[in-house]
């Protein structure tokens, strides 16, 4: 079964640089959120779209921003990075609001 | 607000026996219960779910999870530990009766089963 794809699964960046991370969802769900684990961490919520519409925010900095698009893939932009935003960047996706199944994550390193 | 409680970091048990991770659990409306785990460098892979339902939730791998609406509880079971169970378990909630349908995470409780 198709499951959710993210890509990349490795990005290493420089302080003040700009970074996106892109998520796939399950064919059919229309809903997809991003969470951040920091090392050592639980998942925390940031932010969440359905039906290309953002449906709820967490703890997204001013600094990050994402989407929906038309064929239900989103995109997380992260500017001026900080060392602290390195984490593990998880997408998960769901039909309405059922049950969220998780990509595999995007390790993003700030150096 | 909704928030998860794993009270403890770590869980050791031997191969063979049974195991328990605890959650404890706080929403204003429904309780909607999950369990993920998570093997290093990988994403988060779901165990089972409390939505209605028999209290005594059956999941993946053997794994088990008993919903105890009185104290607020939905513990992670199984009656017989595997070294490959080692991993990180994590158990997360949100409020079924809102739109607000976004997961809130414990902090994880790491099992490791010795051979």
């Keep these: 079964a198709a499951g959710v794809i993210q890509s990349p699964r490795h990005l290493i960046k420089e302080k003040r640089e700009t970074a996106t991370l892109k998520c796939y969802p399950i064919p059919r769900h229309d809903t997809v959120y991003w969470y951040q684990q920091g090392p050592g961490q639980d998942p925390q919520f940031l932010i969440s779209f359905y039906e290309k519409m953002q449906s709820d925010k967490g703890s997204i900095p001013d600094r990050f921003s994402a989407q929906q698009f038309s064929d239900y893939h989103s995109e997380l932009n992260m500017s001026s990075l900080e060392l602290g935003d390195s984490a593990l960047y998880f997408c998960a996706s769901s039909w309405t609001k059922g049950e969220q199944f998780f990509g595999p994550g995007t390790r993003l390193t700030v150096l | ?115």
């Design chain 2, 1 to 115: 607000a909704q928030s998860v409680a794993q009270p403890e970091d770590q869980v050791n048990v031997a191969e063979g026996n049974p195991l328990t991770v605890k959650c404890t659990y706080s929403v204003s409306g429904n309780p909607y219960l999950f369990w993920y785990v998570q093997y290093p460098n990988r994403g988060l892979q779901f165990l089972l779910k409390y939505i209605t339902g028999d209290n005594l939730v059956k999941g993946s791998y053997g794994f088990e999870a008993e919903f105890n609406k009185s104290q607020t509880s939905f513990h992670l079971k199984k009656p017989s530990a595997l070294v490959s169970d080692s991993a990180l378990y994590f158990c997360a909630v949100r409020d079924g009766d809102s739109g607000y349908s976004t997961l809130t995470f414990g902090k994880g409780t790491m099992l490791l089963v010795s051979p």
